[in-house]
């Protein structure tokens, strides 16, 4: 069993950063692709960014691109998204998700990809 805790939300001032940790617990978690998504009230979750199990590769979605910045430490097992220049818009629950690979291509945008789920984190900007 896997076990993802996500910390570091809160409410900040447009323009302000934060950093967020997703701290994976659990059997081989060290070894999964990792991908943050984020979700309104009423809305649909969407893909913000991933990062392969190496550290190798890094996906952005398009509304954070050259503002978030997605990172990992293997040795603590924990993957950290930085956000810079927050908007009003980027106010959301934040989730952070883990992809066990299993030998198949890592559509890193879809939601069905991930196996395992935080609880989320609020992120509030306030104009």
């Known amino acids: 069993q896997v076990q993802l805790v996500e910390s570091g939300g809160g409410l900040v001032q447009a323009g302000a950063s934060l950093r967020l940790p997703c701290a994976a617990f659990g059997r081989g978690s060290g070894s999964f692709n990792m991908g943050w998504f984020r979700q309104t009230l009423g809305k649909d979750r969407e893909f913000v960014a991933a990062i392969t199990w190496s550290g190798g590769g890094t996906y952005y979605g398009d509304s954070v691109k050259g503002r978030f910045t997605i990172a990992r430490n293997n040795t603590k097992n924990t993957v950290y998204l930085q956000m810079n220049s927050l908007k009003s818009e980027d106010t959301a629950v934040y989730y952070c998700?883990?992809?066990?690979?299993?030998?198949?291509?890592?559509?890193?945008?879809?939601?069905?990809?991930?196996?395992?789920w935080g609880q989320g984190t609020q992120v509030t900007v306030s104009s």
């Open positions: 998700a883990a992809d066990r690979p299993d030998g198949t291509a890592y559509y890193w945008s879809r939601l069905q990809e991930y196996d395992y």
